[in-house]
Each structure stands twice: as C-alpha cells, then as structure tokens.
C-alpha cells in the first residue's frame, strides 16, 4: 500500500466554486502533514502546513483526521490562479527527511 | 538569495554515459535531497542528507550516487544511464537536520528534465 493516496482528478470547476480534496496516509507514526501546489512542469511550493486542529490561510483550509489518517484541502472562491496540482505530504517522522509525496490532483478553473 | 539551484535544465543522455547534476542551495540549510518525478507516480526520494559528510538512501536509490562534502552542494551522480532514469529531477532542502527537529518546509529547485536514449 502506498504510504499517500490521493484521488488524481481532474476537477474541473467554475470560477468562485467550493472544491475539496482529499488524501489517506497509511502510516500511523505520521507526524507531520502538509500541502504543496505545483504548476506545470515547475517545482512543488509549500501551500500550507496541517495542523490537529485544523488551519486556515485565506480561502485555503486544511484539516487532519489522525484517527481516520486523512487529510483534506478545501479551496473556496476558486480563481483560475489556482489551477495547479496539490500534492499531499506526509513525514513520518521516525526518519528524519523522509517525505511521502501522494501523486497529486489536478484542478483546473474555468472562467 | 537565490534559494535553491539546479544545473543543468536540460539534458540528454545516450545509455550508458554517466554525468552529474548539480545542486546548491545559499540558505545554509542542513537538510538536502534529490527526488524524481514521472508520471503518475508522484515524487520519489533518491537519496538525502542531513548535513555535510551525511548522506542515506531514499525509496529508489540504485543508479545514483550522492555525496555531500559541503553544505551548499548536493551533486546527483548517474554512473550509467538508463533508459528508466528519464525523468525529471528536484532537489531540495530545508532546515532540519542533526537536530532531529521535524522535518520543516523544503525549498525545491527548478528541476533537471533528463532524457535518456
């Protein structure tokens, strides 16, 4: 099994929409969780830590479901700027370094 | 700061032939890794160090050689290319290391996209 799982998409929304993603992690040491935005054919960019309780950043939020081991973005308002791929992170912690990339979804907004 | 640097962009390699790729990065950051990406796969980690003369091995290590003699440089060395090494390949670092704090936002370059034929 591997160690991230994301639906790859692609979500194909209408500017202003509400979109979700959502990625499972299959280790339970997992300790630190984060979400990357990557465009096309450039490096991945830090989009936000998740935290336990929950975070916001503007029209970005992330929450963390340690008992279920799952992981969600939602993205409000969406903008055609946001059209990209977002990559789900894991560290597990125990190995100091050692990030676990999920395979990413693509979202594109549409005027 | 130019963050973190990657050369060369482009390269195309014949079966057999061996090159380095490089990577440096300026924010004296103890922690450095190389990672490649392919379709449908996402990114895999090579190889990773957590500080100069410190380097281990990631998910797909065989092929490729590391070494870390300072703390700004992260050479990838392929020592025979394959053909399933085409790929495209990110470096990228960050500050946790020896300390053993939690691993904190990586810095990534702009990527090498290596074809091997």
């Known amino acids: 099994r591997k160690e991230v799982e994301q639906d790859p998409g692609p979500f194909n929304v209408p500017e202003g929409a509400t979109v979700a993603f959502n990625c499972t992690y299959s280790n339970s040491a997992s300790q630190s969780f984060f979400w990357y935005r990557q465009d096309c054919r450039k490096e991945p960019k830090l989009l936000m830590s998740v935290y336990s309780s929950g975070n916001e950043d503007g029209r970005f939020t992330a929450q963390l479901n340690r008992a279920s081991q799952y992981i969600s973005l939602l993205i409000r308002d969406s903008k055609l700027s946001d059209s990209a791929t977002y990559l789900c992170v894991v560290n597990r912690g125990s190995t100091l370094g050692r990030l676990y990339f999920g395979r990413g979804t693509q979202l594109t907004v549409w005027p | 700061n130019a963050g973190v640097t990657q050369t060369p962009k482009f390269q195309v390699l014949k079966t057999g032939q061996s090159m380095t790729l490089q990577c440096a990065q300026d924010?004296?950051?103890?922690?450095m890794s190389w990672y490649r990406q392919d379709p449908g796969m996402g990114l895999r980690l090579i190889h990773y160090?957590?500080?100069?003369?410190?380097?281990d091995q990631g998910e797909v290590p065989n092929g490729y050689n590391v070494s870390r003699s300072t703390t700004e440089d992260f050479p990838l060395r392929l020592l025979s290319a394959a053909p399933s090494q085409t790929s495209v390949y990110f470096c990228?670092?960050?500050?946790?290391?020896?300390?053993?704090?939690?691993?904190?936002?990586?810095?990534f370059g702009p990527g090498t996209r290596l074809l091997v034929l």
């Open positions: 160090s957590v500080g100069a003369g410190i380097t």
């Open positions: 990228a670092s960050s500050r946790s290391g020896l300390a053993g704090v939690i691993q904190e936002t990586q810095y």
């Open positions: 924010m004296n950051h103890e922690y």
